[in-house]
């Protein structure tokens, strides 16, 4: 499994790519975005990847 990081999906093959015509809009959505707090928490992965082990 490599190394994942949150700007490891920019190195990823680009399989269907939506248009953003306004950069600096994608960026500040982007800055707004890294300030909420994660989806899933770290403890709940490692939890998860214990039960699939």
């Given at each position: 499994?490599?190394?994942?990081?949150?700007?490891?999906?920019?190195?990823?093959p680009?399989?269907?790519?939506?248009?953003?015509?306004?950069?600096?809009?994608?960026?500040?959505?982007?800055?707004?975005?890294?300030?909420?707090?994660?989806?899933?928490?770290?403890?709940?992965?490692?939890?998860?990847?214990?039960?699939?082990?």
């Amino acid at each position: 499994m490599s190394a994942w990081s949150p700007e490891s999906w920019r190195g990823k093959p680009i399989q269907q790519q939506p248009q953003y015509p306004d950069a600096a809009h994608l960026a500040r959505v982007e800055q707004t975005l890294a300030g909420y707090p994660p989806l899933v928490f770290a403890g709940e992965a490692r939890e998860l990847r214990r039960q699939f082990a």
